[in-house]
């Protein structure tokens, strides 16, 4: 009799040494990168860089000040900021440095120490000088992407050393600030919102996560399977990849589940990105596809 042998399960075999046939799922280990519960639809990370802000289109006018900031929130997600990329004006006739920094938030302003830091060289002549309708780009990378928590305020802080070269802003809008005279300034001119844009990285590469259909990136394209256990991030947890996952609930025999836009579940209809991942077989069990 032909048998499925699951990875890491032996078959049990009669006198005979004939094999009897096991359920078949085929399962393997990997590291958690978050938090995930039994029966958990899981993706694959990969250390895709996505864009969390655009700031390409705050192209109006120039920022007069040596220090500046602009604010973001980061979603439901878990995410990793990896880089900035600056819109930058202003004709240096030598070399000046760009300090990017990560602050947390207050009352809607940056307070106390950075949380990740890096330092570029802008070379001489590199921008235009004071073009601030069609700004230069700046791509600054932090040595190590910086963690940021679900649903948080952060700040975006950038100090030029140089008077001649300028971040550049928008003339309407709020989620800015300035550092003038020794305090951040979030009134008038200076709550601004500046070009910067944030990329981010959502996933650790070869990491699982929880699958999300709101997520145009790993969490919704790398779906893999199922949790075969409740795990903590950083350990070891064992995934159903194929076959039949028996740790659901509450399913409707033969309908097609996909995943939604709550991270971990799924559901008889489609989220933001449809993503098949399975045909229920009874109340607890489904069998695993990826077929789209």
């Known amino acids: 009799m032909k048998t499925w042998v699951a990875e890491e399960e032996l078959l049990a075999s009669d006198i005979n040494g004939n094999f009897s046939e096991v359920i078949g799922v085929y399962r393997k280990t990997f590291v958690a990168g978050e938090n995930i519960s039994v029966g958990n639809a899981v993706s694959l990370g990969t250390a895709l860089a996505c864009a969390l802000t655009n700031g390409a289109s705050r192209v109006s006018q120039v920022v007069t000040h040596d220090t500046t900031g602009d604010s973001f929130t980061t979603g439901s997600d878990t995410i990793s ?43 001489a002549n ?11 780009f700046l791509t600054v990378t932090l040595d190590t992407p910086y963690a940021c928590s679900a649903s948080t305020i952060y700040w975006i802080v950038v100090t030029v050393t140089n008077s001649q070269v300028y971040l550049v802003m928008n003339t309407s809008g709020t989620g800015g600030a300035e550092y003038v005279t020794g305090v951040w300034n979030t009134t008038g001119n200076n709550a601004y919102p500046k070009n910067i ?11 699982v996560y929880k699958s ?69 077989l009874s109340a607890t069990s489904l069998l695993i596809k990826n077929d789209n």
């Not at 000046?96 to 330092?119: E, F, H, M, R, W």
């Not at 950083?234 to 836009?261: F, P, V």
């Open 81 to 123: 900021i990896a880089s900035v990329i600056l819109g930058m004006a202003g004709n240096a006739s030598g070399s000046t440095n760009c300090q990017v920094d990560i602050y947390a938030n207050s009352a809607g302003k940056p307070t106390g120490s950075s949380l990740a830091t890096k330092t570029v060289t802008i070379g």
């Open 197 to 207: 844009s944030v990329n981010h990285i959502n996933t650790v590469s070869g990491r």
């Open 212 to 280: 999300n259909a709101t997520i145009t990136s790993d969490k919704a394209n790398n779906f893999i399977g199922f949790a075969n256990e409740t795990i903590t991030a950083g350990n070891n947890i064992i995934i159903n990849l194929d076959g039949i996952d028996s740790n659901q609930s509450s399913l409707t025999i033969g309908s097609t589940y996909y995943l939604q836009n709550t991270a971990g579940t799924i559901g008889v209809s489609a989220g933001t990105i449809s993503k098949k991942v399975g045909m229920a």
């Open 126 to 136: 590199q921008f235009s000088a004071y073009d601030s309708a069609a700004p230069g």
